[in-house]
């Protein structure tokens, strides 16, 4: 089974924040997200910046896209993205068309979703899912379990590459031993830490445990 990656969501209100962490963590990383919050607040610069610090990594662009799927995927197409996500809600007209300009766009799965819709993002190439828990969901008192668990490892047997997202801590990771996920995404359990670079390498050795 192939080690999942792990991906470093940036976001930070400023880009001179978010840049201080990505220099300490970015080189352990495999993939190095420029979060909504950052990307609203610092626009695609901040993808130009990450893909002139880290040429030869996998830079994310998470900007939830919700319609004019071809402008926003051409837009960070050309600052430097290999992934985009969309909302769950979009259309599938606006996905297609962000499908059409940039292939690895990624559905980012909220509340808007079904199994029926999940076909019909098969049906148009989009090959990749995010499982989220939203901050606001775990700031609610809901935590990862069984149900989580099932709907990842459906996903997986329709086909789709899934990363998991929402709150994850090393704790976490064992959840989803013997599970193909293609990528665990964490924002302050590295980014809020004091020493990024070692949150960052404690998660790749955990998942090293159980992807050796």
Same mark, same amino acid.
């Given at each position: 089974?192939?080690?999942?990656?792990?991906?470093?969501?940036? =976001?930070?209100?400023?880009?001179?924040?978010?840049?201080?962490?990505?220099? /300490?963590?970015?080189?352990?990383?495999?993939? #190095?997200? #420029?979060?909504?919050?950052?990307? !609203?607040?610092?626009?695609?610069? &901040?993808?130009? #910046?990450?893909?002139?610090?880290?040429?030869?990594?996998?830079?994310? &662009?998470?900007?939830?896209?919700?319609? *004019?799927?071809?402008?926003?995927?051409?837009? &960070?197409?050309?600052a $430097? +993205?290999?992934?985009?996500?969309?909302? =769950?809600?979009?259309?599938?007209?606006?996905?297609? &068309?962000?499908?059409?300009v940039?292939?690895g766009?990624q559905?980012?799965?909220?509340?808007?979703?079904?199994?029926? !819709?999940?076909?019909?993002?098969?049906?148009?190439?989009?090959?990749?899912?995010?499982?989220?828990?939203?901050?606001?969901?775990? !700031?609610?008192?809901?935590?990862?379990? =069984?149900?989580?668990?099932?709907?990842?490892?459906?996903?997986?047997? /329709?086909?789709?590459?899934?990363? #998991?997202?929402? $709150? /994850? =801590? !090393?704790?976490?990771?064992?959840?989803?031993?013997?599970?193909?996920?293609?990528?665990?995404?964490? $924002?302050?359990?590295?980014?809020?830490?004091?020493?990024?670079a070692? *949150? +960052?390498?404690?998660?790749?050795?955990?998942i090293?445990?159980?992807?050796?």
């Amino acid at each position: 089974m192939i080690k999942p990656k792990l991906q470093m969501a940036l =976001d930070q209100n400023t880009l001179a924040e978010a840049v201080a962490i990505a220099h /300490l963590a970015g080189p352990i990383v495999d993939i #190095v997200e #420029v979060g909504t919050i950052l990307e !609203l607040q610092e626009g695609q610069q &901040s993808i130009r #910046v990450f893909r002139k610090m880290f040429p030869d990594k996998i830079i994310a &662009s998470d900007t939830k896209c919700a319609d *004019a799927g071809s402008t926003v995927a051409q837009n &960070s197409k050309d600052a $430097g +993205a290999d992934l985009m996500t969309v909302i =769950d809600s979009a259309t599938i007209a606006t996905m297609k &068309s962000a499908k059409s300009v940039l292939d690895g766009i990624q559905v980012e799965l909220y509340t808007a979703w079904s199994w029926e !819709l999940a076909e019909q993002w098969k049906e148009i190439g989009i090959k990749q899912v995010i499982y989220h828990q939203s901050r606001d969901a775990l !700031l609610a008192g809901e935590v990862w379990g =069984d149900k989580d668990l099932n709907i990842v490892k459906k996903f997986i047997e /329709l086909g789709f590459e899934i990363s #998991v997202t929402g $709150g /994850l =801590d !090393l704790n976490t990771i064992k959840l989803f031993e013997g599970v193909s996920v293609t990528t665990f995404i964490a $924002g302050r359990a590295i980014t809020g830490q004091d020493n990024p670079a070692k *949150a +960052a390498q404690d998660f790749q050795d955990e998942i090293r445990k159980y992807w050796p």
